[in-house]
């Protein structure tokens, strides 16, 4: 085929311009996932090469540690020497004290909205476990799902307006929480979904249980008892294969142990594995 020298040299930009876009396409998509922790703090994720934290709310108390202004001015200060962001908030007090029952539980919703907005973080995971389980084997809890329910709503346009989500946590079903979300009914109410306490726990399948819940998780918790994820490689396989389906783009916080005692060398493991498995 014979090609004038204007077609060749169009062509030719063409099939350059195209291949210059293949390593940013190709970045794009590996950055829809940013990995954390909560099982080590914003300089020793840093060392690790994760991309942020998530933090704790703090004891039971009047007044919770994370609504102190000067743990957010601390909080801030390591958030700008490591470079990187807190990813969320957890409210694991309510384990011990629990949402749908404390008469403190409100004020501390309250007081972890605020603190989540004055520090830009947009996930505030709302744990539901031990004595907080809404579940009694694998039942619901009439009264607390509806006691929950209501505190869920109650707080749910304060976090609206502060830009803010209530993130979840819980041992129920897909099907269980669907009925939960159903029953708040609003967009600042979301799951924050575990898959070690679905899969392994509870002996869900979580992949389809992720699918189910499309659109409905706002952030991840992966984590493998004792041992380091990718001693697991199938299972998270067949996890962030799920993940992937139904386009999250979002955070994976590492819930990890330590086998070698060396926090920041066993977050890198765990935090390199995550990566590979979403590349």
Known sequence: MNLTRRTFIRQTSAVLTAAALLPK?????????????????????????????QIRSGNAADELDIFKAE?????????????????????????????????????????????????GIANILVAFFAKGDLQSGKQIKADEF??????????????????????????????QNLRLLEAVNHESVSLYYD???????QQYDSPAEIRLLKGRISQF?????????DEDKAYFEAVSAAVKDVGYNGWVVLETSSPSRNAVADAKRNGDFVRALFA
């Open 146 to 175: 509806a006691a929950a329910v209501r505190r869920l709503k109650d707080a749910a346009p304060r976090a609206k307006d502060a830009g803010v989500t209530l993130a979840v946590e819980n041992m129920l079903s897909a099907e």
């Open 25 to 53: 396409t190709a970045h794009a998509a590996q950055a829809k996932i940013k990995v954390g922790a909560c099982v080590v703090g914003l300089e020793a994720a840093k060392q690790a090469g994760l991309d942020g934290v």
């Open 71 to 119: 743990t957010r001015a601390r909080y801030r200060e390591q958030m700008r020497t490591a470079g990187l962001p807190i990813c969320s908030l957890m409210m694991g007090l309510f384990n011990d004290f629990p949402l749908a029952t404390d008469p403190r539980a409100p004020a501390w919703l309250t007081q972890c909205i605020a603190a989540a907005q004055d520090l």
């Open 195 to 201: 898959v070690f306490n679905t899969g392994k726990t």
């Open 221 to 229: 918790h992966y984590k493998n008892g004792p041992r380091y994820l």
